[in-house]
C-alpha cells in the first residue's frame, strides 16, 4: 500500500508524511513512543497505535493482521511460549552460566498476593505492549530504511533483538539480558516471517506466565536441573 500524498505545510497529510520519515518530526516521534513506558505500562504501545493513526500506516504494517484462525493461533501460541521458556531454561540459561533463581523476582515465591499485578504486567505490558513496540513498531520504521529482502529481516531481526536485550538490563542484569536476547531472536524471526503479531503476543505473554509460575511453585532450580546438575 503506497503512502497518501505529502499534501500542504500543516495539513494532516503532511504531518502523516512527516511522522512517516526520518526527519526531526519522525526521529521525535521514535524517541517520544521509547519514553511512553516511563509513563505507564503499556505507554509505549499505545503511543505506537497513536503514531500508526496520525501517520496514516496501516495496521497490517505493524503486525496487527487478523489470523485466519484465532483458536489455533491462540493454541499454538501458548503451547510454544510456554515450552520455549522450559527449554531456555533447561537448556539454554544453563550453558550460558546463569544462576537457576531469578533473584530480581524470587520475591514471588509463595507469595499469591503478589500475583494478580504481575501476570497483568506479563500479559499486557510484556505480551501486548513489548511485541507492538520491538516487533511491530521496530519492523516497519527499520524496515523503510533498510528495505524487506532476506539480508534486511536478518539485520533487522539482529538489532530489534540486542534492543530488546538491552531494554531488560536495568531490571534483570546479564542473565535476563541474555534470555531477551534470546526471545527476542526467536520471536523476531517468527515475526519476520510471518509479519503476524497476534501469534507472537500470545507466545511472549505465555512465555512469561510460565517464568512467573515457575517462580511462584519454586520449580526454577529443579528445572534449570533437568539437564545439568
Do not use: C
Not at 512517516?20 to 503499556?42: D, Q
Not at 489455533?72 to 510454544?80: E, K, Q, S
Not at 503476524?196 to 512465555?207: C, N, R, S
Amino acid at each position: 500500500m503506497s503512502d497518501p500524498p505529502a499534501g500542504p505545510p500543516g495539513s494532516a497529510n503532511d504531518l502523516a508524511a512527516r511522522l512517516r520519515g526520518f526527519g526531526p518530526v519522525g526521529l521525535l516521534a521514535i524517541v517520544v513512543v521509547l519514553a511512553g513506558n516511563l509513563v505507564v505500562l503499556p505507554g509505549s504501545a499505545l503511543l505506537v497505535l497513536a503514531w500508526a493513526h496520525l501517520s496514516r500506516t496501516p495496521w497490517r504494517s505493524i503486525g496487527f493482521v487478523r489470523p485466519r484462525s484465532w483458536t489455533r493461533t491462540v493454541l499454538a501460541g501458548v503451547v510454544f511460549g510456554a515450552l520455549f521458556k522450559l527449554a531456555m531454561k533447561a537448556l539454554v540459561m544453563p550453558l550460558l552460566g546463569a544462576p537457576p533463581v531469578n533473584a530480581r523476582y524470587h520475591y514471588l515465591a509463595h507469595d499469591t498476593a503478589a500475583l494478580p499485578a504481575v501476570l497483568v504486567a506479563v500479559v499486557v505490558g510484556a505480551g501486548f505492549g513489548e511485541e507492538t513496540v520491538f516487533r511491530g513498531f521496530f519492523f516497519e520504521r527499520l524496515g523503510r530504511l533498510l528495505g524487506d529482502g532476506p539480508l534486511a529481516r536478518a539485520a533487522i531481526v539482529l538489532v530489534t533483538a540486542t534492543l530488546f536485550g538491552a531494554a531488560h538490563w536495568a531490571d534483570q542484569g546479564l542473565p535476563g539480558t541474555e534470555q531477551a536476547l534470546g526471545t527476542g531472536l526467536v520471536f523476531g524471526g517468527i515475526y519476520a516471517v510471518r509479519r503476524e503479531l497476534p501469534f507472537v503476543m500470545i507466545a511472549h505473554a505465555a512465555f512469561d506466565v510460565m517464568a512467573v509460575a515457575l517462580i511462584h511453585w519454586d520449580l526454577e532450580t529443579r528445572v534449570a536441573h533437568w539437564l545439568f546438575h
